[in-house]
């Protein structure tokens, strides 16, 4: 599984359905995070993503320093689903998704670590599986980083 982390000042995902824009999820401070899932991952992949979300230390404390967590300030998640970190584009222009899980696992997986975040009482707000998407939001730092649960193992 990996997510790619973003903090933000705020941030917004719409749904772009039939030429209509639908807002499902809003957030202020926070994470973005975008959510790929491998056809190899599992409930631990999802339980490892979401613990690391939780408890990443990334805001500054009063001393400036990146020290405190999403619990630690009261941030929320936007959590958007993206199979496109799986692509493989080491060949040819066309990148392959080979890696990517199918939708049911993917979707599954992804509500997975959406509840397991609000077990962690993070407020979490998502966009709309298998849906064409804008996300809007304000990069705070910016601070960036990738997270992939393959990498542990």
């Known amino acids: 599984m990996r997510a790619v982390i973003q ?3 705020r941030a917004e995902v719409n749904v772009i359905e039939a030429g209509n824009s639908e807002t ?3 957030i202020r401070r926070g994470f973005v ?11 631990a992949d999802a339980r490892y993503i979401a613990d690391k979300i939780a408890h990443l230390r990334i805001f500054e404390d009063d001393a400036g320093k ?3 967590s999403l619990k630690d300030t009261g941030g929320a998640v936007l959590l958007v689903s993206q199979f496109t970190l799986y692509a493989d584009a080491r060949n040819g222009r066309r990148p392959s998704f080979s890696d990517a899980a199918k939708p ?9 670590v959406a509840a397991m975040l609000r077990q962690h009482e993070i407020p979490v707000e998502t966009g709309r599986f298998q849906t ?3 996300v809007d939001l304000c990069n705070d730092g910016p601070v960036t980083l ?5 990498k542990l193992f």
Request: charged share 20%; net charge negative.
């Open 7 to 9: 903090k933000v000042n």
């Open 24 to 26: 499902t999820g809003r």
């Open 33 to 43: 995070v975008l959510l790929g899932v491998c056809h190899e991952d599992t409930a």
């Open 66 to 68: 990146l020290n405190l």
């Open 104 to 112: 049911e696992q993917a979707n599954m997986l992804y509500e997975q």
């Open 132 to 134: 064409h998407m804008q």
């Open 146 to 150: 990738l997270l992939d649960s393959q």
